[in-house]
C-alpha cells in the first residue's frame, strides 16, 4: 500500500516542485470544481460530525453500547436477533448484535470515534516523524543523509502489520488501546512521507530562491522553516490524504485479527471480526460495519484524489480552474461549470 | 505426587480437544428412531469421517482418549469398554476383551481379568494378557508419549519406570499368570479402576510386531477394521475390515460400512458446509470433531431436512469462573457470593450461541446420573442474575459502594474462555456496582497464568471436562488439596486443601459399585459448592451434522459424539 501510493504521489510531486505555493482560497475553489472530492469532503465531515456526536446520536436513540438485550434475542436458535434485519426497531435503529443484543446504531457511531481517531492520529504522527526524518536527510551533510536514508528504508519495508501484531502483544494491557494502535501505525509507516520530503528538499535545495535565502544570510534552520516548508505543504498534503485511509483499514485489519481495541469497545474492524461468520444467519450485522468501512476509505481515496489533482498545476490548467478562462466562466454563470469544464 | 501436572494438563487437553471435535450426532434418539424407520442399517459402503484434527499418533501407548475414542475403537480393542448406547445408559462401562468389567480385591486395590474366547488379531494370532502388559509398559516409554498418566500414579513402583525398550523386565505390578488372566497391584485403592481399563493403553499390542515410534503407521488391529494406510501421521486414515474380528466376541461395535475413510486438516465451516449439502460422498460422511456455530445453528433452525440431520450430545464438561481465595478481595466469601448473585447465566450462554448450545450450569459436576450429579443452587440467581441481593452482600463484605476486580480470561474469539462471555460477565456485574476490568490474554499464555499458583489471578474464566463420567477425575484434580502443584499445571484453583474433602474424596475412591460412589460424589459437590469457590456458568451442548445417508446415529453421553461404531451408510 505504501509502495503503491508513493508510486502515485510522486507524479504530482514532481509537476508541484517547481510551482508557487498555493493559497487556501485557490485550493478550496480548485476542489470545489471536484464534484467527487467533494461529495467524499462532505461525507468525511459527516463521519466526524458523527463521531463527534456519537454520546449524543447514542443519547438520542436512547442506547449505549455495552447493554444486553437478552429478551430481543432467539436464544435456542443459536442467539440471532429476533425480527426483520437483525432486529430493526424503533428502539433499536439499525438492530442488534447476535449473541449479545447489543445497539448497533450506539455501537457503529462509537466505533467512529476509534476509527477515525486513530486514523487521523496516526496520520498526523506519520507526517511529524516522516517530515522530520526527511526534512533532516534532505538539508544533513552525506553522513547525516545516508544514516536517515537507510532507516528509512528499513521502515518502508518493513512489513508494518506484521511488525504492529508483534508490538501490540507485548505492551502491557493497561496501555489504553486506541493511543496505542496511533502510536504503533503512526511510528511504523512514516517511511514513504520521509522519502517524499527528502525528495523534496533535495530538489529545492538547489533553487535559485532558496540560494538566494541563504546568500542573504539565513541559516538552515530558518531556510527550512521560511523557504522550504511551504513548498512542501502540497506534496505532505496529498501523501497525508492518501495515508488517512491506508490507516482507517490497518485499524480495521488490528481490529479485525484481534489485536485492535479490546472489549467492550466498539470498532469497525473488531464489529467485522465478530460477524464473519454470521453473513448467512443475519447479513445485516455483516452489512453495516462493512459498508461504513467501505464508505469512509472510499471518501478519504476521492477527497484525496481531489486534493491531488488540485495541487498538481498540471492537472489544474487542464481543468481550466484558477486560470483566467475560468474566472471568466465564473462571473459568466455562477458555481455550476466545473463539471462540464472538466469534461472537456 | 510428581506426575500430577502432566496428568492434569493432559485432561486438560483432552477435555478441549472432546470440547471442539465432540458434537456429532442429530437430536439424540429422536433422530435415530426416525433414521431407523427408514430401513434397517445394512452392511457394506465407505463411511467418510471429516475432522478438522489429524488423529496424530495412532498408537494405543499415545492415544489419549476418553473410553477408548471414537476412530481408535475401531482398531484397538481394550480390557473394557464404553457402552454404545444412546444417552445416560451410554455412560457405563462394560467388558470389551475382559469376560466383565474386572474383580476387585483387597480394597480395591488388586484388579483381575480374565479374556474372552476367541479373541484374534488381524493376522490371526491370538491375543493374550501379555500383550496388554506389554502395551501398557510401552506407555511408560518417553519415546512413546502422550497417553494418560494414571496408571503411573496407580501402579505400585511404576513411578520412575521407563518402559520396555530401556527396562525389558517390565512391571511387576502386572502379573499375567496365564494367556487369558491379567491381575493389576494398584497402590491406592481405585473403585474406578474400569473406567480407566477402556484408554487404549489397556489395547493388547504384540511384542513381535512393535516397531516402537513407528507403530502407528501399522498397528496390528485386534478391532472391526484394520488401518490399510495412514498418511501425513493421521491426517488421513483409512480402515477395511478385520476379518479375525468376530461379533460374536464384540458385542459393542456394529460395524456396517466396509471402509472408514478418515480425512483430516479441513476447516470447521468447511466441515459444516459440506455436511450440510451432503453432495457425492459427503451424503456419507460424519464429523467426530466439529460442532456447529452459533450462526450455522440459526440457519439449521429455519431448515427442517437440516435439522433432522443435527445430532445432539452431551460431554460432561462445565465451564465456570475460578476464584483464588488467596487474592483480595476474593478472600472473602461474601464477595465471592455478590458475583455468584450477580451472575446473568442467560447472556454468558447467548454469548456461547444460545441455549441449544448449553445449558446453564449451578452445579460443579455435569448434570448427569453417571457423574453423580445432585442438583443443587447455593446462590440462586435465576436465569438473569440478582444484582440487588448482590449488592446487599457487597455491602455486608464492606463495600457499600461496590468495587472494581479484574476478570482475566482468553482472548480467542468464539473460545469458552473468550472475550464474548467475558464481556457478558462484566456486564452483568455491572448492574451489581461491580467494575470489572478485562485483562484477555493469548490462549497459552492464559493458560499458563491461570495454572501457575504463583501468577494464578483472582477471578478468571476455566472449564472442565473428565476422562471418563465419573464425580472422581471431576473433583480430584480441582478440589483435592494434594493435587496443589506449583509449577504450572495446578488445576485446583482455589487452592483448597479441607482435610475434611480430602478424607472424603480417598474414601469414594475405595467404593467399587460406582452408583454408590456417584451418589458420593454428588453430596460433596454440594457440600463443595457452597463455599463459592467457583462459580458454574454452563454445561456446552454438542451439534453436529451427519450426511443424508447415515443411520443409526448413537450418541452417549461418555462422549457426546456419534459413535463410529454404530453408523451404517447403508
Known amino acids: ?344 | 505426587m510428581p506426575h500430577l501436572p502432566v496428568r492434569s494438563r493432559r485432561i486438560g487437553a483432552i477435555a478441549v480437544g472432546l470440547a471442539l471435535v465432540g458434537g456429532a450426532a442429530a437430536c439424540g434418539p429422536k433422530s435415530d428412531d426416525d433414521k431407523a424407520s427408514d430401513g434397517t442399517p445394512q452392511k457394506g459402503g465407505t463411511l467418510y469421517v471429516l475432522n478438522n484434527q489429524a488423529l496424530e499418533d495412532f498408537d494405543p501407548a499415545r492415544l489419549y482418549t476418553s473410553g477408548g475414542g471414537n476412530v481408535p475403537s475401531l482398531v484397538y480393542r481394550t480390557l473394557t469398554t464404553r457402552n454404545r448406547e444412546d444417552g445416560a445408559a451410554g455412560a457405563k462401562v462394560v467388558p470389551d476383551l475382559a469376560t466383565n468389567t474386572g474383580e476387585p480385591s483387597q480394597n480395591a486395590t488388586v484388579w483381575t481379568y480374565h479374556l474372552k474366547d476367541g479373541l484374534k488379531y488381524e493376522d490371526g494370532t491370538a491375543i493374550t494378557t501379555a500383550d496388554i502388559k506389554y502395551d501398557i509398559e510401552r506407555s511408560f516409554a518417553p519415546e512413546l508419549s502422550g497417553g494418560a498418566p494414571y496408571l503411573r500414579d496407580w501402579l505400585v513402583g511404576a513411578a520412575d519406570y521407563q518402559g520396555p525398550y530401556k527396562d525389558p523386565k517390565g512391571l511387576s505390578s502386572i502379573e499375567t499368570p496365564d494367556a487369558k488372566t491379567i491381575v493389576f497391584h494398584l497402590n491406592k485403592p481405585e473403585g474406578e479402576f474400569p473406567l480407566l481399563a477402556t484408554q487404549t493403553s489397556f489395547a493388547p499390542v504384540p511384542k513381535a510386531k512393535d516397531t516402537g515410534t513407528k507403530y502407528a503407521e501399522h498397528p496390528v488391529s485386534s478391532g472391526p477394521y484394520k488401518v490399510v494406510s495412514n498418511q501425513n501421521n493421521g491426517e488421513h486414515l483409512v480402515l477395511e475390515r478385520n476379518p479375525y474380528w468376530s461379533a460374536a466376541t464384540d458385542d459393542q461395535r456394529k460395524a456396517y460400512p466396509d471402509t472408514i475413510d478418515v480425512t483430516s486438516g479441513l476447516d470447521q465451516a468447511v466441515i459444516n458446509q459440506r455436511l450440510s449439502a451432503g453432495v457425492g460422498k459427503d451424503a456419507d460422511a460424519v464429523t467426530t470433531d466439529t460442532n456447529l456455530g452459533p450462526s450455522e445453528l440459526a440457519q439449521v433452525s429455519g431448515d427442517k431436512s437440516l435439522a433432522s440431520r443435527v445430532g445432539t450430545g452431551y460431554f460432561g464438561y462445565t465451564d465456570y469462573i475460578a476464584f483464588n481465595p488467596k487474592v483480595a478481595p476474593f478472600d472473602n466469601i461474601k464477595v465471592r457470593e455478590a458475583i455468584a448473585y450477580a451472575v446473568n447465566r442467560t447472556t454468558v450462554v447467548n454469548a456461547q450461541g444460545g441455549s441449544s448450545l448449553n445449558k446453564p450450569a449451578t452445579t460443579f459436576l455435569p448434570d448427569q446420573a453417571s457423574f453423580g450429579y445432585t442438583p443443587y443452587d447455593p446462590f440462586p440467581a435465576g436465569a438473569t442474575g440478582d444484582p440487588a441481593k448482590a449488592k446487599e452482600l457487597l455491602a455486608a463484605a464492606g463495600y457499600p459502594n461496590g468495587l472494581t476486580i479484574t476478570l482475566t480470561h482468553d482472548t480467542t474469539k468464539g473460545d469458552e474462555q473468550g472475550p464474548e462471555v467475558a464481556t457478558a460477565v462484566q456486564e452483568a456485574l455491572k448492574l451489581a456496582g461491580i467494575t470489572v476490568k478485562l485483562d484477555g490474554q493469548e490462549h497459552n499464555a492464559f493458560s499458563d497464568t491461570i495454572r501457575t499458583v504463583s501468577t494464578e489471578p483472582g477471578f478468571f474464566l476455566t472449564g472442565w471436562g473428565a476422562d471418563w463420567p465419573s464425580g472422581g477425575p471431576f473433583l480430584g484434580p480441582i478440589f483435592d488439596g494434594r493435587q496443589i502443584v506449583t509449577d504450572g499445571a495446578n488445576f485446583n484453583s482455589a487452592q483448597l486443601n479441607d482435610p475434611s474433602v480430602n478424607a472424603e474424596i480417598d474414601a469414594i475412591n475405595k467404593i467399587t459399585d460406582l452408583q454408590e460412589a456417584a451418589k458420593r460424589w454428588g453430596a460433596l459437590d454440594k457440600k463443595i459448592g457452597a463455599q463459592a469457590l467457583t462459580v458454574p456458568l454452563y454445561h456446552p451442548v454438542y451439534k453436529r451434522l451427519f450426511g443424508t445417508n447415515i443411520r443409526n446415529v448413537v450418541i452417549s453421553d461418555w462422549t457426546g459424539v456419534l459413535d463410529v461404531s454404530q453408523v451404517a451408510v447403508k
Not at chain 1, 435503529?93 to 449479545?100: A, F
Not at chain 1, 487521523?120 to 511529524?128: E, K
Request: net charge positive.
Open chain 1, 1 to 344: 500500500m505504501t509502495v503503491d501510493a508513493l508510486t502515485a504521489v510522486e507524479a504530482g510531486v514532481d509537476a508541484t516542485a517547481s510551482a508557487p505555493a498555493l493559497g487556501a482560497r485557490q485550493l478550496w475553489r480548485r476542489l470545489r470544481a471536484q464534484r467527487a472530492a467533494l461529495a467524499g469532503g462532505v461525507v468525511i465531515v459527516l463521519l466526524v460530525l458523527i463521531a463527534l456526536g456519537a454520546p449524543l446520536l447514542a443519547g438520542i436513540e436512547g442506547q449505549d453500547t455495552t447493554s444486553y438485550h437478552a429478551d430481543l434475542l432467539d436464544s435456542a436458535a443459536g442467539a440471532v436477533p429476533r425480527g426483520t434485519f437483525g432486529g430493526v426497531s424503533g428502539e433499536h435503529w439499525l438492530g442488534i448484535e447476535p449473541t449479545t443484543g447489543r445497539d448497533l446504531f450506539a455501537r457503529l457511531v462509537y466505533g467512529a470515534r476509534i476509527s477515525l481517531f486513530v486514523a487521523f492520529g496516526a496520520t498526523l504522527l506519520q507526517v511529524l516523524v516522516g517530515g522530520a526524518f526527511g526534512l533532516a536527510a534532505g538539508l544533513g551533510n552525506r553522513f547525516v543523509d545516508g544514516l536517515l536514508s537507510r532507516t528509512t528504508d528499513v521502515f518502508v519495508t518493513m512489513p508494518a502489520l506484521i511488525f504492529a501484531i508483534a508490538l501490540i502483544a507485548v505492551v502491557p494491557g493497561g496501555f489504553p488501546r486506541p493511543v496505542l494502535l496511533m502510536l504503533v501505525l503512526g511510528l511504523l509507516a512514516w517511511g514513504g512521507i520521509a522519502k517524499i520530503v527528502r525528495a523534496q528538499v533535495l530538489a529545492h535545495k538547489t533553487l535559485d530562491y532558496v540560494a538566494a535565502s541563504r546568500l542573504a544570510g539565513s541559516g538552515p534552520w530558518r531556510t527550512a522553516r521560511r523557504e522550504l516548508l511551504p513548498a512542501l505543504v502540497a506534496p505532505v498534503m496529498t501523501y497525508a490524504a492518501i495515508l488517512l485511509p491506508t490507516n482507517v483499514v490497518s485499524e480495521a485489519s488490528l481490529s479485525f485479527l484481534g489485536i485492535g481495541v479490546k472489549p467492550p469497545t466498539a470498532s469497525w474492524g473488531q464489529m467485522l471480526s465478530s460477524a464473519n461468520t454470521w453473513y448467512q444467519a443475519d447479513p445485516a450485522y455483516v452489512l453495516l460495519p462493512a459498508l461504513l468501512l467501505f464508505v469512509t476509505v472510499l471518501a478519504f481515496t476521492v477527497f484525496a484524489e481531489g486534493v491531488r489533482v488540485a495541487l498538481d498545476p498540471r492537472a489544474a490548467s487542464r481543468l481550466r480552474i484558477g486560470t483566467g478562462r475560468a474566472r471568466k466562466d465564473e462571473a459568466g454563470d455562477g458555481s455550476g461549470d466545473g463539471e462540464a469544464v472538466v469534461e472537456k
